[in-house]
């Protein structure tokens, strides 16, 4: 029961400091918020850029061009050299002959009439191939065009390396804000905690030379710091469910294009608000602790 007793003073005086310190409190309050809403759109961007990356590299194929003297084991020739490629998905390596691609390509009743009025198919038989890892299509790419037999190779270099590289600079801008961010949150909140361990001065050097023991006297400004994280996070916590789900049914859950098909909300909401509260707390800790330390010298 002791142990309780303890917990529930220190509650007590935890709260009575945040009220105590009111306006400061608020203003770690509101910082808080403000960085973790700024958190909370680095993380879904993030998800986001991640989630569209994955979807590009279901959808985005390397089309190899086969010579339209290639004989059949040539062709195949070509096939194992294709499949012997370590980020080349073999189950995804298809190959299409000119006659297939032609007939594929006939649907569209405007180029059927222009099939019918030549004398020759044009189109040269092709393997269909899929990637692992996407970043390295240029050099995977690059590689099949050193194959014998192998007339071209496309894959829209210019548009995916333009992607990756804005994906890549968005996801390391978002991380490197947040950092800052969070660093930034737990320095305001460290100093609220320094003006109240500096009002209780006096409170704390009694409990010192009676004996309470370190831990005692650090659990109020901890509980503190957490309670200040925690309610700075149930603003951006409702920010993400009601605003994220928002934008997505606005925009019909795609952004300017089809080919950038936004996470449902379902799928990601409820785990950034679970990131946002965990770390809202925990800054909120870590200042109050780096405050005790740094300034208690206990």
């Known amino acids: 029961m002791k142990i309780f007793r303890i917990i529930r003073k220190n509650v007590k005086d935890a709260f009575k400091s945040i009220f105590r310190n009111f306006s400061l409190s608020m203003a770690s309050v509101s910082c ?19 989630s569209i990356t994955r979807s590009i590299e279901d959808v985005l194929t390397i089309i190899v061009f086969v010579d339209k003297n290639a004989t059949d084991q040539d062709i195949e020739n070509v096939r194992f050299q294709i499949e012997s490629n370590s980020n080349v998905d ?19 009743e ?3 009439s222009v099939f019918d009025t030549l004398d020759e198919n044009p189109i040269q038989s092709a393997f269909v191939v899929k990637v692992k890892d996407l970043k390295k299509i240029t050099d995977t790419a690059n590689s099949f065009k050193n194959i014998p037999f192998v007339k071209q190779v496309k894959y829209g270099e210019s548009l995916v390396n333009r992607l990756l590289s804005m994906f890549d600079i968005i996801r390391n801008a978002c991380i490197i804000a947040c950092i800052a961010l969070i660093l930034v949150t737990a ?53 993400t469910i009601y605003g994220y789900t928002f934008l997505y049914d606005y925009v019909g859950g795609r952004l300017f294009t089809d080919l950038i098909v936004l996470v449902k909300p379902s799928e990601i909401i409820y785990a950034t608000s679970l990131v946002l509260l965990i770390v ?15 300034y208690l010298k206990i």
């Open 280 to 294: 809202g707390g925990l800054v909120g800790m870590f200042g109050s602790l780096r405050a005790v330390r740094r």
């Open 90 to 108: 073999k189950k995804e390596v298809i190959y299409r002959t000119k006659e297939e691609i032609k007939e594929s390509l006939s649907e569209d």
């Open 110 to 112: 405007d180029l059927k």
């Open 187 to 239: 320095f305001l909140i460290g100093n609220t905690i320094k003006i109240t361990i500096f009002a209780r001065r006096q409170e704390i050097a009694i409990m010192r030379l009676v004996g309470t023991s370190n831990t005692v006297i650090r659990m109020p400004f901890l509980i503190e710091g957490f309670v200040l994280g925690f309610i700075g996070a149930i603003v951006p916590i409702l920010l």
């Open 32 to 50: 808080t918020s403000i960085t973790l809403i700024l958190v909370s759109i680095a993380l879904l961007v993030t998800y986001n850029v991640n």
